[in-house]
């Protein structure tokens, strides 16, 4: 088991939770003025019920210099009053070599992201530079939750000799890859909850890898399901992520409240699908 | 034609130049201290040599906050000093709509690029947020000039129908889908110079849009294929990106004067490829 493995399954024991709150800060839509306020409202209202968090970069960017100053100010106030939580740094980044390298320093060194999400289309080469140090964690976006992932990720190959050949999209090759890649332990991979057949061949692929499940909540896709196609043989490396259903709860003044009722609401829908499963936690 | 298609030709014909200069800057390679100071020394030294110019934001963001904000003020820099150019934010952002609207945003409206690089693995819906406005430039990375890119990018598909069957990888898909999502004229591709077969298979696939093209210089990529395989019909609609051999031709005070010497040699030689060809400058 890698540092980050080992690192992610105490953070789920201690919550006792698969839950990752996506913390995708919108201006239009936050009851608070202040980015970093309102991050850390949602972190103490919240951080008992997740085994994650995370930031997707694009929110931050979009507020300019200010936004990515919160976003180190954020990461740094969940290390200190949070500190069993998983950070995920949502930047799906991809590059080649130095490019790629710098992408890695970026988002471990300077931001101190426990775990990011990135881009494969570049291959190998462009995926190895993130994986060097095994305490950190890498989940390659694999198939996405939104319609349009079906465009690249789900066209067919063929694979197989003469006679035996059978049909094998695009996504799951890449999921094979990243089983050859994952020399450190320390990979893992995105699947939507939105996409429940997707989610199942990908765990069947790779039945020791973290996956990172996007999609429950506004995006609609199944809890229950996403839970028991997510999960491995043990009931875990499951992590959940929801966003905007957990942070926009309420647009009011009761948002902290709003979004533990709800974070406490996922995170003990997903504690009865392992039970049912017999994979309940201790 | 686009206003970002004009834009993009007035800067080539205004310095009679294809190419672009890649603001990778790193620390350990810079001879001057400060980035925004390399930088502009860099620009200066070649404002009349280069169409564009790209910051590849890896490299800015593994310098972190202050990093950042030089980028910020490079990109001001240019568009007053220089402001026939057109400046590429090489991000390779990719993700679901929400969120590739937010990198948009940041990209086009923060940062105040012209154009930018973007990853398409997400498909059209992750796509179409960054084309809205037409006279800014989108650039998706298409097929990579490093050896992994053939891990994805060159997976072979089955097309057509029964008895006239072929194979097709899946970049140059990409490429045919990139035609068809281009309903703004701003959408171009992004294939390296390493690779030349690849780039004559996109331009025949593509023949009207703009083509970023990196890996001459330091990566090894022949120029004058690149030119020839990579220019339209009328010899122009290629930008060819060169970095550290430009930025770092000199380690030594007299890095701008080196830089102008090779920024000049590269845009020399392409001008011969295109009056060889019968398409030089007016």
């Known amino acids: 088991m890698s540092a980050f493995a080992e690192r992610l399954d105490q953070a789920c024991l201690t919550t006792k939770s698969l839950l990752c709150v996506g913390l995708d800060v919108d201006p239009a839509c936050m009851p608070a003025p202040d980015v970093l306020q309102f991050n850390r409202a949602i972190v ?135 089983q050859r890649w994952n020399s450190q332990g320390n990979l893992g991979l995105v699947v939507g909850a939105t996409v429940p057949a997707q989610l199942a061949a990908v765990r069947r692929l790779c039945p020791d890898m973290p996956l990172l499940i996007p999609g429950v909540g506004a995006q609609g896709g199944d809890l229950e399901e996403a839970v028991r196609l997510g999960v491995d043989v043990h009931g875990r490396g499951a992590i959940i992520n929801a966003s905007r259903s957990i942070i926009y709860a309420s647009k009011g003044p009761d948002f902290p409240a709003a979004a533990r009722l709800e974070a406490s609401r996922i995170r003990d829908a997903i504690a009865k699908c392992l039970e049912a499963e017999g994979k309940g936690w201790p």
Chains 1, 2 share one sequence.
């Open 44 to 178: 103490n209202a919240t951080s008992d019920l997740a085994c994650a968090y995370k930031p997707n970069l694009a929110f931050y960017e979009a507020l300019g210099l200010p936004g990515l100053e919160a976003l180190a100010r954020t990461v740094e106030y969940i290390h200190t009053y949070a500190p069993h939580a998983v950070i995920i740094g949502d930047g799906k980044r991809g590059d080649i070599g130095p490019s790629a390298q710098a992408y890695a320093k970026a988002m471990f060194h300077v931001w101190g992201f426990d775990a990011i999400t990135i881009n494969a289309w570049g291959g190998q080469d462009t995926v190895s530079p993130f994986l060097e140090d095994p305490s950190r964690g890498v989940f390659i976006w694999c198939r996405g939750s939104n319609p349009g992932s079906a465009d690249l990720q789900d066209l067919a190959l063929e694979e197989g000799l003469h006679g035996t050949q059978h049909r094998v999209p695009v996504y799951q090759r890449l999921a094979s890859l990243a």
